[in-house]
């Protein structure tokens, strides 16, 4: 075959173009209720399937707090030169920059320090540990069990290997994080840094609680809020912004904020800023992956209009009513229930058995720990959310089905085929009402 640049996909490699037009078959014969992620917009994948790819861009770029118009900035590269070590044109410096700009204002402040070269969220937590701790140095964070992520300090990420991590656990009936009680941990383990973060614990966080209860410590730990399942709610105020009680905030772009697999670290300070990026590169990584940025820049965008905003109303409205119909049915929450568009169903034996049989009748969900669990292998929750529904157009008064659905798949068992084909039917049919994908 002859090189080209030019041929599409099904010519150059058509095993590749059928496995991807399968997926895209299996997506669209699903009900997308996996928490940890939501349906890509047509424009974000656009900028990821960019001319950007081509190029290299290491290195940071920097033109202060107020962003020129683009014309200004090409004027100025042209007397200037590139500020990176590898030039990668104005355009591109441009639109790393506008990524910035956007989402510091979506979070609050132009002022804010951002970066968008973390390649993942766990890249960017471990940025943070590398950039503001010594060696050792002492952290306290929330147990998986209890919602913390494994990039918070578990035994088997780096973040666990390389620092001294106390972790705060509770139990599944707790409704609310205790800040006196992280703060009780922080002064016992006498912590450099706490993050909190919650990858499954669905109620909201009071940020400005835990800081207080922080700030009476001396010396005062720093404070990392992981937001990466809650950043698409924040700008909505679905969820309590932690800027300003939070030092550093960091997240990705694709759970709930509608942009690309990439991570973002937000600092309130801008020396502490710089710390983690010279953490982040040359520390751990080399060239930001542009296409990305863009889709970053992007997806803040998205999130600042009407329409978003009615979309993740519904998502949050819809999983409160999905809580309720599914008490009815005898499902019960863990964490006394939710707050956000996350919900996790506790009390289920064999859950990972259970998630993987739901995907099997077009149900996509995942098994998930909650407190009591000794590992993910004898996980015994169900984590669902709801903003892939939101998207399709779904809302509260969805709930009902959506519940009964729920119920018959998870009391199917793999033998009761009449059961399976009617999950598989319904499924089908509510599929087939949503002639169009909406929302972002």
């Known amino acids: 075959m002859t090189y080209s640049l030019t041929a599409p996909l099904s010519t150059v490699d058509p095993l590749m173009a059928d496995l991807l037009a399968r997926e895209h078959e299996r997506q669209a014969a699903s009900l997308h209720m996996l928490a940890p992620s939501m349906l890509v917009s047509r424009a974000v994948q656009e900028c990821v399937s960019s001319p950007l790819s081509n190029l290299d861009g290491e290195g940071y770029v920097d033109c202060g707090t107020d962003l020129p118009g683009i014309e200004a900035y090409e004027s100025s590269y042209r007397h200037v030169g590139s500020r990176k070590y590898n030039p990668s044109g104005p ?32 890249v960017a937590n471990y940025a943070v540990f590398r950039g503001l701790l010594g060696r050792d140095g002492r952290v306290v964070a929330l147990a998986p069990t209890a919602g913390g992520h494994l990039s918070h300090g578990t035994p088997i990420h780096a973040t666990g290997m390389e620092y001294d991590v106390r972790q705060v656990g509770f139990d599944a009936d707790t409704e609310a994080l205790d800040p006196e009680a992280v703060a009780e941990l922080a002064h016992e383990h006498r912590a450099e840094m706490v993050i909190i973060g919650a990858s499954s614990f669905p109620r909201r966080i009071v940020w400005r ?38 030092d550093v905030v960091t997240m990705v772009g694709y759970k709930t904020l509608g942009g690309p697999k990439s991570g973002i670290i937000i600092s309130r300070s801008a020396d502490v800023g710089r710390r983690i990026e010279r953490a982040l590169f040359p520390g751990l990584q080399g060239a930001p992956r542009l296409a990305e940025i863009a889709a970053l820049g992007t997806a803040a965008h998205i999130a600042t209009t009407p329409g978003y905003h009615e979309m993740i109303s519904r998502a949050v409205a819809l999983a409160a009513a999905l809580e309720c119909e599914l008490r009815v049915h005898g499902r019960q929450p863990a964490f006394g229930g939710t707050d956000t568009h996350m919900l996790v169903l506790h009390r289920l034996p064999g859950a990972t058995r259970i998630a993987a049989h739901l995907e099997h009748l077009g149900l996509l969900l995942n098994a998930n720990m909650v407190p009591g669990d000794r590992n993910p292998s004898a996980a015994s929750g169900l984590r669902l959310g709801t903003v892939a529904l939101a998207q399709l157009g779904f809302t509260e008064n969805d709930a009902p089905e959506l519940a009964q659905l729920l119920t018959w798949a998870i009391d199917a068992t793999d033998a009761d085929l009449e059961a399976s084909d009617r999950v598989r039917r319904e499924v089908r049919e509510l599929l087939s009402t949503l002639n169009t994908v909406k929302g972002t």
Do not use: M, Q
């Open 91 to 122: 355009v591109a410096e441009y639109v790393e920059l506008l990524a910035r700009d956007r989402l510091a204002r979506l979070f609050g402040s132009s002022e804010l320090h951002v970066n968008v070269h973390p390649a993942a969220g766990s």
């Open 209 to 246: 609680a835990l800081a207080d209860a922080l700030g009476r410590l001396s010396p005062k730990p720093l404070l990392v809020a992981d937001i990466a399942h809650f950043a698409g709610l924040v700008p909505t105020g679905a969820y309590d912004n932690p800027l300003p009680w939070a």
